[in-house]
C-alpha cells in the first residue's frame, strides 16, 4: 500500500472540499454543498465514497482520509474531542470507526468557554510555513476568531459571531428591505468601524437607523450595507482590543473578509499580513496526514 | 347612522386586533395572525370585512374603523403618511379612498433618521389618562423606542432592534442549541445587563460563550438565554443612557418584556412607571376616532 497518497477534506457545516494529494501535491480537487449541517451521522460515509468514487482506482484504492472541521464535531461522523488549551497547534486526530478516515480534534477553552473546529487545522498549516510565528492570528468567518500563537501553541482565543450576526441582520432582519446591494461604500464602512470601536455602546442604536435612514431620507444601499458591516467589525474590534492591540496580526480567511479586516486593523495603527486560508487548510492536513505515517 | 359606534383595530406585522366599540366602552374583541406582514394591499378589504362580518348588523352596520400599525405603512393597505417629529402626540388620520377606514399616520425623525408606526397611537392614549406626562415612555417590543414627551408632543425618539436582535440569535443563530428554555434565571439577567451596560464593548465577545459554555462546561440553557436577554437590554441602556438618565420612565409594552426593563432600570435608580399596552392602543384609537367625527 502507497505511503505517500492521501485524500485530505476540508469538511465544513456548509461545505465539503476534497483533494487528492500525493505527499504535499494536490492531484485533484472538488467541492460540494454537502456539508455537515445538512447530514446525519450514517449519511457521511455514503457522501464520501461517492464524491470520491472516481479517484479510488490505483494509488487511491485504498489511501487514507484526513479530515477538519464540523465532521468532527458532536452533530457529525465521529466526535472528535477538542484539545484543552493551551495546546500545542497540530492536535490529535480522531479515527472513524472501521474506516481508514482521520478527524483532526478541534480545542476548546475552558475559562472564558470557547471553541474551534476546523480552525486549529488552519493555524497549524500556518505555522508549518512560519515556525517562529509569536503573534495573534486573527480568522474572519461565520464565527471569527482571535487566536494568540506563541511557541508554536495555541495560548487562548476568542471567537465573535460577526459573520453570523451579518448574515442574520442582511437576510433576515428588517434591515434587509435596505441593504440589498451589489457594491460596497468603502468610506461608508471606514467611518463605521470608526464610530462604533470608539462608541461600541452607541453604535448599537445605531442599526434601526439604517432602515429609517432608507424610509424617511435616500440612505443608498450600498452605504447602508457598508455601514452594517463596518458596525459590527468595528464592535468586534472594541472587544476584540486585548488581542490586537499592540501586536502583528495575521489574517487567515477568505479574501474578500480579510481585506476589511485588514482595513479596519491597519486605520488603527496594526502591522497586519494575510495569509491564504486554502493552502493553509492543505498544509495542516498534510501535517496531520504525517502524524498518522504520511510519508512525505 | 349612529356617531357612538365603532370599530377599532390594531393591525400590525404579525397580528390583527379588533374590537366593536361603543364610545370608549368595549363590546366585543378577538384577535386573529392575519398581520399586515402576510397580506398583500388587495387583501386587507376582504380580511377585513370577514373578520368583522358577525358584528356588522344594527349599530356597527356602517360604522367606521380606525385603525393604527403597519396596517398604514407603504406595504400595507393605504400609506399613512408620517408626521414628522416633534410632533403633537395625537397623529393625523390617512382614510382609505372608497372606505370608512381611517389609519394613523406614524412618526418620523429625520435626524438621526427614526421611524414609529403604531407607537404614536400608545402614546396617544397614555397621554389621554396622563395629559402632563413629561419624560420619557420605553416601549419594548421588536423594535424597541425610547420617547422623549412633554407638553403633548413626540418631541424627539430612538428604536432599537434588540427584539428582532434576541429572536434571531435565540432561535436562528448557533446559540439556538444553548439557549431554549421554558424558564429565565432572572440572577443571571440582572449580571448580564450590568456587565453590559458597564462595558458594552466587551458583551459583543460574550454572545459566542453563550453556546461554548454549553459544549466546554455545563451552562444550563435558562442561564444562557437569561444572559442572551441580559447582555442585549443591557446594550440597548447603554445606547439608550441619554433618554433614561436622571428621567422618569413609563414603560408601555408587554407585561413580560416591561418586567425586564423596568428591573434593568430600577437597578439604576431609574423611577419606572407601567402603563397596560392594551388600554393605552385602545385610548389613543379613541382619539383618534374623536378626531373623525366620533361623539364620546
Redesign the interface.
Known amino acids: 500500500m502507497s505511503n505517500v497518497h492521501w485524500i485530505a477534506a476540508d469538511w465544513g457545516t456548509t461545505n465539503l472540499r476534497l483533494w487528492a494529494m500525493r505527499g504535499a501535491d494536490v492531484v485533484h480537487h472538488r467541492s460540494s454543498s454537502q456539508g455537515m449541517g445538512g447530514l446525519v451521522p450514517a449519511e457521511f460515509a455514503p457522501v464520501l465514497a461517492r464524491e470520491t468514487a472516481d479517484w479510488r482506482e490505483g494509488d487511491w484504492a485504498a489511501a487514507p482520509v484526513v479530515a477538519c472541521g464540523m465532521v468532527g464535531s458532536r452533530q457529525g461522523w465521529t466526535e472528535a474531542p477538542?484539545a484543552t488549551a493551551p495546546t500545542q497547534a497540530g492536535t490529535p486526530l480522531a479515527q472513524v470507526a472501521g474506516a481508514n478516515v482521520w478527524i483532526a480534534c478541534g480545542v476548546?477553552?475552558?475559562d472564558?468557554?470557547?471553541?474551534m473546529r476546523g480552525e486549529e487545522t488552519q493555524i497549524a498549516g500556518l505555522l508549518a510555513a512560519r515556525p517562529d510565528f509569536d503573534g495573534v492570528i486573527c480568522l474572519p468567518g461565520t464565527?471569527t476568531k482571535w487566536v494568540r500563537v506563541s511557541a508554536g501553541e495555541i495560548c487562548s482565543f476568542?471567537?465573535?459571531?460577526t459573520g453570523?450576526?451579518f448574515a442574520?441582520?442582511a437576510d433576515?432582519?428588517?434591515l434587509r428591505h435596505s441593504v440589498q446591494a451589489a457594491t460596497f461604500d468603502m468610506a461608508a464602512f471606514d467611518a463605521a468601524v470608526q464610530d462604533a470601536l470608539a462608541q461600541?455602546?452607541?453604535?448599537?442604536?445605531?442599526?434601526?437607523?439604517l432602515?429609517?435612514?432608507a424610509?424617511?431620507?435616500e440612505?443608498p444601499p450600498e452605504v447602508a450595507r457598508a455601514t452594517l458591516s463596518g458596525l459590527l467589525i468595528g464592535?468586534?474590534l472594541?472587544?476584540?482590543?486585548p488581542y490586537w492591540l499592540g501586536q502583528e496580526v495575521a489574517l487567515l480567511g477568505s479574501p474578500s473578509l480579510s481585506m476589511l479586516y485588514g482595513r479596519a486593523l491597519q486605520a488603527q495603527g496594526v502591522l497586519v499580513s494575510e495569509a491564504d486560508v486554502q493552502a493553509a487548510t492543505l498544509a495542516g492536513l498534510h501535517r496531520a496526514w504525517k502524524i498518522i505515517g504520511g510519508a512525505a
Not at 112 to 115: K, Q, S
Not at 200 to 209: E, K, S, T, V
Not at 238 to 241: I, M, N, Y
Open positions: 477538542y476548546k477553552q475552558i472564558p468557554a470557547d471553541v464565527h476568542q471567537s465573535f459571531m453570523e450576526i442574520l441582520l433576515h432582519s428588517v461600541p455602546h452607541r453604535a448599537y442604536g445605531r442599526l434601526f437607523q432602515r429609517a435612514g424610509l424617511v431620507g440612505l464592535w468586534e472594541a472587544g476584540a482590543k
